[in-house]
């Protein structure tokens, strides 16, 4: 989740003063696969691709895939109240995640599905976000298989400040 997570590179999740993360140059558009429109059950949630379980020892609840995602596709928005930076900066929760130096999206409804993706490091990651205007997609970097939590690279600052202290619980520090 920069959860300032390096939820995906610009963005955020965190909080307190000097989290603000350096406004990054928008990147080209990469060639995605077209999107699908999600399939809904009647609450409105994505039908069946999705499922929020048990993840790894000392990562708490994770997103995985119950279906296969193709390289580029559209899995997640990552969504939530917009609110300014600055009040985000006050808030008691790690859902937030940075849209640019002025709003935040507070992603802490238990209703955004997607704030359950966790962190992983390189080569972990199976997932990116992207910032479109005042939306947060997550897209797949690489095909995933059903069964695969989705992971993405919540960057340097999260990290140092809420996973390094821990220790790094995603796979790419799994023991062989």
């Known amino acids: 989740m920069t959860p300032r997570t390096t939820a995906p590179k610009g963005t955020r999740k965190g909080k ?6 350096p406004a990054e140059p928008k990147r080209a558009k990469a060639k995605r696969a077209p999107a699908q429109p ?20 000392g990562m708490g609840l994770g997103l995985f895939a119950t279906d296969y995602f193709k390289k580029g ?7 939530g109240k917009i609110i300014p930076t600055r009040k985000a900066d006050t808030l008691g929760t790690k859902y937030l995640f940075e849209i640019d130096e002025d709003w935040t999206i507070d992603g802490s409804p238990k209703s955004n599905i997607a704030r359950y993706v966790n962190h992983g490091c390189n080569p972990a990651t199976n997932v990116e976000a992207e910032v479109d205007g ?14 695969e ?23 790419a520090h799994d023991r062989a």
């Open 16 to 21: 307190g003063k000097g989290d603000a993360a």
């Open 38 to 57: 999600m399939r809904k059950t009647r609450g409105g949630e994505p039908a069946a691709r999705l499922v929020v379980k048990r993840s790894r020892p």
């Open 73 to 79: 596709e559209m899995i997640i928005e990552y969504t």
């Open 134 to 147: 005042r939306h947060i997609f997550y897209y797949a970097a690489r095909a995933i298989e059903p069964g």
């Open 149 to 171: 939590e989705l992971l993405v690279d919540y960057g340097e600052e999260y990290f140092d400040e809420f996973i390094k202290p821990h220790g790094c619980k995603c796979p």
